[in-house]
């Protein structure tokens, strides 16, 4: 699979950052996570933010939603609008508790909380927002069935509905294929390809190098609370880099325009001599140098 | 027929089965967000924390409900504050703080022990014994609830589902976390009387769960919810009229009842279900051409 395509209207370079962090330092309770990060998010762009545990991504996204402790620094926000950045947020599927219950309509329609005034019941307004929501992403045929009877794929796509509710100006999607088989993690990248096609901005964080980082627009990559490197994956993706984030020795091979991370240099990378050559020119290992 | 009767012809019983009826719908509805946020444990220590808060009333000389609900309150703030703060989990949290509550009370009555008596209501329930205040008690924190959810409803709702989203989405989670327990504190304030300290964990806790055995909606757990703990408790405390047992305990053996009967109930039907979808299968293989080899 290649890289997701570009959106109808690219960002514009010389339209202000979406969100912009000027030398942030963050974390929690006086403890920097973050190190001084220079980062701008540009409307419409989809960024992958990778690197190691430990290394920060989680508290990058929870910065943007302004719950950590800024201790310096600061994030600007332009979101073009009245009033504070609006910002869609889906959090990692380990998180929920499944035996709640409760439809899938009412997890998409509780995204508009706020704007749906005090009474306990949603308008007919709201509704049809929850079923424009769940039709964008095909699956408004579910609506009446409880969250916990959905596939990974499924609810995933429930909570990108309930981000997408309320009109966000980005949307951040933390580890979002954690425990996806091969199909799913396929069909998200599909996913989120039309998202981005169709405008939204995009902030994810992932530990998937292959299935997902390698497809992105544009990854930064942390190590140790600091920006390792920012770019285009072929930019990012090389064994010096990932060395500097991870601290282990891989190899990288590059097939067109798409990016392998070869985890174990030991594994045998060839096929055995019995089968056909494969198609396309020959992955060539870039290898780190040693030493 | 006129033995059926008989409970209603006592003034002291009528108020009985109303209390009684009251604080099962009461426990019951806050026990649904009690029981979905997993806090069951909460309502089970909280009940005995307010025992001390009952007896330090007491002992300064000011109101039992006022100096109740703010020490229950008190002991759901500070759980909160000493999980979050220093990284001690929550059910050691409320070891903690609500026995050691509870130990206050048992050390001043130990002292003083001329009052020891006065504690039996608190400690095991006597709702023959209630008072037209005590009711209006019960019926005000209802209300007062009641509203409560109704204006809350959906903060309540998405807290409850998913804390972190709700939080990210500008759901003033403190604020919620602050009404909930004064919601439970004063929840077990009212229904003390009517319950004990020993018993009030459990109508918080069964009701619920015995909804959700019945449901995957929300909206109908709260209700079935609701409508087992008013109807458990006024069956209890008329039916504790006739078998001369203590009113509280008859109330929660009952929900306890009902709580085993729906599961027996459901285990069945998932057992014909499953039969079912094995005949079905037999049935299709039986309709199916026999393979050359077998």
Known sequence: MDRIGAPAAPPAASAPPLVAFDGVSAGYEGEPVLHQIDLNLRRGECVGIMGPSGSGKTTLLRTLLGQTQRLAGAVREHSGRAGALRVGYVPQLESIDWSFPITVEQVVLLGRWRESGWRPWFSRRDRALARQALERLGIDHLRRRSIRALSGGQQQRVFIARALIGDPDIVLLDEPTTGFDIKTRHDFIHLLGELYRGGLTIVLTTHDLNAVAAHLPRLVCLGEGRVVADGAPPRVLTPDVLRAAYGAEVAVLRRGHTVYVVEHEDAPLEPPAAEPPAAGPAPVPERAPHG | ?294
């Open chain 2, 1 to 294: 027929m006129a033995e059926l009767l008989e409970p209603f012809e006592f003034d002291f019983m009528r108020r009985a089965l109303l209390a009684a009826t009251l604080a099962g719908l009461l426990t019951a509805s806050v026990g649904v967000f009690v029981v979905l946020r997993r806090l069951s444990y909460i309502g089970h220590g909280l009940s005995h924390g307010i025992f001390g808060g009952a007896v330090v009333s007491f002992v300064v000389g000011i109101n039992f409900y006022l100096g109740a609900t703010i020490w229950g309150a008190f002991c759901v703030l500070l759980i909160n504050a000493v999980s979050r703060r220093w990284q001690i989990s929550g059910d050691a949290a409320i070891g903690i703080i609500t026995t050691a509550a509870f130990a206050i009370g048992v050390a001043l009555i130990s002292r003083e022990r001329t009052f020891t008596r006065d504690f039996e209501a608190v400690l095991f329930g006597e709702v023959l014994g209630i008072s037209n205040g005590d009711v209006a008690a019960i019926a005000g924190t209802m209300l007062l609830v009641g509203a409560l959810c109704f204006v809350w409803w959906k903060r309540l709702v998405f807290v409850t589902f998913d804390e972190e989203v709700a939080r990210a989405s500008g759901v003033p989670l403190a604020w919620v976390e602050v009404v909930f327990s004064l919601v439970l504190a004063a929840t077990v304030i009212a229904c003390l009387q009517v319950l004990g300290v020993t018993l009030i964990a459990a109508a918080l806790v069964i009701p619920p769960v015995t909804a959700r055995l019945l449901t995957d909606s929300f909206a109908r757990l709260f209700f079935l919810a609701a409508l087992t703990g008013a109807l458990t408790g006024f069956l209890g405390v008329y039916l504790s009229w006739f078998v001369d047992v203590s009113s509280g305990a008859t109330v929660v053996l009952l929900q306890a009842a009902v709580f085993v009967l729906v599961l027996a109930l459901g285990g069945l039907r998932a057992r014909r279900r499953e039969r079912g979808g094995r005949r079905r299968e037999r049935d299709a293989l039986a309709g199916m051409p026999r393979s050359p080899l077998g």
